[in-house]
């Protein structure tokens, strides 16, 4: 396949592959805008209802910024390609096929034949004559092979002049798409500080609406009511004392299908439920890991926590599993304000997972 074909099937690949990744983005931005509608607007109107919002814009801004960097990457990676094909020499005839001294001999060959045949023009032996009729097939052979070495060198001379013009385009292509190489990894860079400033604005949004809408504190007792005699009720459990909004903690988790971070044992799948009630946490956790060399043979995990919310950023909490097994499950709120770390270790059982950290997204 020649240069030229290769180029036109590989831009035909990269514009079906930048239109599907066009689409993917310019979706998830639509998705995005819709969930932060109204959102600044009704920011002091109700604490719960704004914040849940603020979690789902939060969500779609870092799908919409996964996405669209997934898309400059790719283009990357094609710009890349392309330039690798581009940098491909030309292919030319090489002139060493038929060598110069090759013309000049077949040239000197026809011209003695040519000769000789003369001086035996009016000879009349038989001998003689046959030996011209000989002579003359030679010069027909010899008339033809000069003419083709003739047509060669025009063609060689042809194809080297198109060869020289071909190269000079694909290096110039080339050069245009090494700036677009560059560009893509400057959007990059610029990308990934833009997602993180829009986790981080929103985790502030979803702060500063939980001040704005916390109950006024409640009125002090005059010390003339305040009696030994009063035995104070059991006090009642706030979630204000969570560092961070609760909504980055409860809810449905799952450990996504690609592109997963974790340490340690790799997940297949995880699913966390979240669930808090005047800062007191149930929740349940369902993980399948895949097989190790040498590791556990038994790699499915389940079980229950519970416990009081902490003035931590870090949750922690004691579990137990299915089969009775205790340990301790970590929950820290991730980079993004729909991402959470979950760290648990359990008692060490024969053959059993005992241990996992990951990163599970929001549903």
Same mark, same amino acid.
């Given at each position: $396949?020649?240069?030229?074909?290769?180029?036109?099937?590989?831009?035909?690949?990269?514009?079906?592959?930048?239109? @599907?990744?066009?689409?993917? #983005?310019?979706?998830? #931005?639509?998705?995005?805008? /819709?969930?932060?509608?109204?959102?600044?607007?009704?920011?002091? +109107? *109700?604490?719960?209802?704004?914040? +849940?919002?603020?979690?789902?814009? %939060?969500?779609?801004?870092?799908?919409?910024?996964? +996405?669209?960097?997934? #898309?400059?990457?790719?283009l990357t990676q094609d710009?890349?390609?392309?330039?690798?094909?581009?940098? !491909?020499?030309? +292919?030319r005839s090489s002139p060493d096929l038929m060598p110069p001294a090759v013309a000049e001999l077949a040239a000197a060959e026809l011209q003695?034949?040519?000769?000789?045949? @003369?001086?035996?023009?009016?000879?009349?032996?038989? *001998?003689?004559?046959?030996?011209? /009729?000989? $002579?003359?097939?030679?010069?027909?052979?010899?008339?033809?092979?000069?003419?083709?070495?003739?047509?060669?060198?025009?063609? =060689?001379?042809?194809?080297? *002049?198109?060869?020289? %013009?071909?190269?000079?385009?694909?290096?110039?292509?080339?050069?245009?798409?090494?700036?677009? !190489?560059s560009r893509s990894s400057q959007i990059v860079s610029q990308m990934d500080a833009e997602s993180a400033a829009w986790a981080a604005y929103y985790s502030k949004l979803a702060d500063a609406i939980q001040i704005a809408n916390a109950p006024p504190a409640p009125p002090p007792i005059p010390a003339s009511t305040a009696t030994s005699a009063t035995t104070p009720g059991p006090a009642r459990?706030?979630?204000? =004392?969570?560092?961070?909004?609760?909504?980055? #903690?409860?809810g449905l988790w799952a450990y996504p299908t690609a592109n997963g971070i974790f340490h340690g044992a790799e997940p297949e799948s995880a699913e966390l439920s979240v669930q808090e009630g005047n800062g007191h946490v149930n929740g349940t956790l369902e993980a399948k890991f895949k097989p190790a060399p040498g590791g556990a043979s038994d790699t499915v995990v389940r079980f229950k926590f519970e416990g009081d919310i902490a003035a931590t950023l870090t949750q922690k909490f004691m579990l137990a599993t299915n089969e009775g097994t205790a340990g301790t499950i970590e929950l820290i709120p991730g980079p993004a304000f729909n991402l959470l770390e979950v760290n648990f270790v359990t008692d060490p059982r024969p053959n059993k997972i005992r241990g996992g950290n990951f990163i599970l997204v929001k549903k």
């Open positions: $396949m020649n240069n030229s074909r290769i180029l036109l099937l590989a831009c035909f690949a990269a514009a079906l592959l930048g239109q @599907a990744g066009r689409d993917a #983005y310019r979706q998830a #931005y639509d998705v995005w805008q /819709q969930a932060q509608t109204n959102l600044e607007r009704d920011a002091g +109107t *109700g604490a719960a209802p704004q914040i +849940t919002q603020a979690d789902r814009a %939060a969500a779609a801004a870092a799908s919409f910024e996964g +996405t669209r960097l997934a #898309y400059l990457k790719s710009a890349a390609q392309r330039r690798k094909i581009l940098h !491909a020499p030309a +292919t003695t034949v040519t000769r000789a045949i @003369a001086k035996f023009a009016t000879d009349k032996d038989r *001998g003689i004559q046959q030996l011209r /009729q000989s $002579m003359e097939r030679e010069r027909s052979s010899l008339a033809s092979l000069t003419e083709a070495i003739q047509a060669r060198q025009k063609t =060689v001379a042809a194809t080297s *002049g198109s060869a020289a %013009a071909l190269e000079q385009a694909l290096s110039k292509t080339a050069t245009a798409f090494d700036d677009q !190489a459990r706030t979630s204000s =004392v969570s560092p961070v909004p609760l909504v980055r #903690y409860v």
